[in-house]
């Protein structure tokens, strides 16, 4: 049985659950339904762009700016290169060491999520930009060289010459510019140096690591959560580095603004992105090295105006998320999906079925399902005995489903909460492998496993890891996220993803 401090934590829980879930009931209009911001996480963690204690890096992107959906991308540091260092890795470097003096006292680790202390009084009024916090500067283009990570004295120092080119005109300098003297010239930059502690990879290098994607869905009752929550945030950072893939949050829109089927259609459209993402950086890939005998009117292909002129069809050159084009590899997709986001995996899983060779290059090669948020008119015997259960009851999870769901279409069985009802649209077998994590007081565990059970019966392999005396979200909910439990789950998870997302000739076995 859970303890004492878990069983107390669980009253206040539910209570604050359910108060938060009658506002939000109250709160829906027809006005708000046709919002197109979902609500903010309050006890969201900021993204830290740059390699931390725990060998994470991440970074928050909006991919969708009409429907707000947003994702938050961690990267584990396996993807560096063999040798490669963890500090500085865009580095923006003063190739000038003995004019750049740090304070050894003051300075922290460049990958430990702070801010560097520099000796420099100019840079005591740097604000923080938008990518992760960090800080980032340049120096004077006459008097300083650069040194970037992966390229070349000379390619470096040509990147921030056209970096600078490019937004030397702009009078906005956010979010990689420092605040100029407003009585100094506008256009010119400060000669101070410091370095931009972000992850930036060489897109040009062509033996970067690739790692499998995961396309990770919070929980929340589609009403509550958010993907940049603490406890999230430290159940994707697990995940990373224990299957040693990248992990891609998402933050869907949320109930009762946004009800079915918004949050699921946010689900499979990261798949779209993700194969546009794949196509696109495959495509500027293969222009660098289109053979020169191929020209346009004489021309050269290779031409900037050419490279940018495809590129910009796309929606310009910030479409290509570099740690991806590097470093991700669509051919391995898991979709990874806690409570209510299970549901959402599940669906995103059977459409991506349906798309076939539509999301070429984009694979789902796996799922796992932890404690779905599976409901059925006709009720299981873990329905009737855990209906009271500890953290999410049943009276709370039926208001979230009314909550979601449209009005007037509220029922039990439900295409997007039974997912045991007859489906014409797609046989369980063409669904793919399939990991269901369910927890023994759980009341919505048994139709979760006869779920698994059912697909059992058609071949595939859907095993159930049931974890005892363990609650609902037990392995990611903000109070247990860090339990011994926990841990322990992500670990068995790990052990099944590994088996469907290894590369070819490095197969993994129990």
Known sequence: MPSVVVKLYSVIFKALLKHKLLNSSSGSNSEAQYSSIPRAGSNGVPARASFGEDGVASKDINIDPHASLSLRIFLPDSALPDGQEKTGLLGFVNSKDSELELNSSQRRSSYA?????????????????????????RAHRDTHKYSIVGLSDEQGHQFVESFANDFSDSTSYTPFDPPVNTSQDPKRLKPDVCAYLGYLPDLSASSSKKLPIIVQFHGGGFVTGSKDSAANDTFCRRMAKLCDAIVIAVGYRLAPEHRYPAAFDDGFEVLNWLAKQANLAECSKSLQHVPSAF?????????????????????????????????????????????????????????AVHAGKLLDPVKVVAQALMYPFFLGSIPTRSEIKLANSYFFDKPTCLLAWKLFLPEGEFSLDHPAANPLIARKDLPLKSMP??????????????????????????NLDAPVLEYKDAVHEFATLDFLVKSRQAEACAEDMAIWIKKHISAKGHEFSY
């Open 295 to 351: 020209s346009r009117n004489g021309s050269d292909i290779h031409r900037p105006d050419l490279h940018r002129e495809l590129v910009d069809s796309f929606g310009g050159p910030d479409v290509i998320e570099p740690w991806l084009a590097a470093h991700g590899d669509p051919t391995r997709c898991v979709l990874l999906g806690v409570s209510s986001g299970a549901n959402i995996a599940d669906f995103v899983a059977r459409q």
């Open 433 to 458: 492998p399939t990991l269901t994590i369910v927890a023994e007081l759980d009341w919505m565990k048994d139709r979760a496993i006869a779920y698994s059970e059912a697909m059992r019966r058609v």
């Open 113 to 137: 999520g702070e801010s560097t202390a520099y000796s420099l009084p100019q840079l005591e009024n740097y604000r923080r930009n938008s990518l992760g916090g960090e800080f980032l500067s």
